[in-house]
């Protein structure tokens, strides 16, 4: 690379090395030899590995949760139904890597239980603005967060079509 790299640059590339090699790829040698670049660049970014990995967390949380939760709310869409599309339709290697990471690192493990609060409490209110009881809105909610989690982790594609039942049947089930 020519030109002088970014924070944001390292973090783009490590969430890339996380998705497809998981988490024991976030050191800086491999990085700074996948982008053309020697460590010292890593180094003038970051204090240490730690910094680092808490500046992929956060970016992940933007990412998988706060940025999907501003598109929600920006469609015309009615907002559950949009989300279901969202989440189910993306890919979800990002998802898995730190889910799996989690397994191993506190820090990661943190993360992860904010994004679920997080999504969990979305969702609920979501559920909540369609009619549904506080009570009925919270379990409901923590339900379809499970459903989504199952997907996730299951890592197995399912066509289009098909996809599309399942979401109609999913916010039929909520939604009643």
């Known amino acids: 690379m020519t030109e002088q790299l970014t924070a944001d640059d ?5 969430l890339k090395a996380l998705a497809k090699n998981g988490f024991t790829a976030l050191k800086a040698d491999p990085l ?20 680092f990995h808490a500046a992929i967390l956060k970016r992940w949380r933007d990412i998988a949760a ?19 599309r969202r989440s189910f339709g993306a890919r979800l290697d990002l998802e898995r890597a730190v889910r799996n990471w989690a397994a191993f690192d506190a820090a990661a493990q943190g993360a992860v239980r904010a994004i679920d609060r997080r999504r969990i409490d979305y969702i609920e209110t979501l559920l909540a603005t369609r009619g549904l009881a506080p009570a009925m809105a919270q379990a409901r909610a923590q339900i379809l967060y499970w459903t989504f989690l199952g997907f996730a982790l299951s890592g197995a594609p399912v066509p289009a079509a098909r996809l599309q039942g399942l979401l109609d049947e999913i916010l039929t089930m909520v939604s009643a």
Not at 10 to 14: H, L, R, S, V
Not at 33 to 38: D, F, I, Y
């Open 32 to 51: 700074a030899k996948a982008m053309g670049v020697s460590r010292g660049s890593f180094y003038w970014h970051f204090a240490d590995l730690g910094a």
């Open 66 to 84: 706060e940025q999907i939760i501003a598109d929600v709310e920006a469609t015309s869409d009615e907002p559950l139904k949009a989300l279901l």
């Open 10 to 14: 390292w973090i783009k590339e490590g």
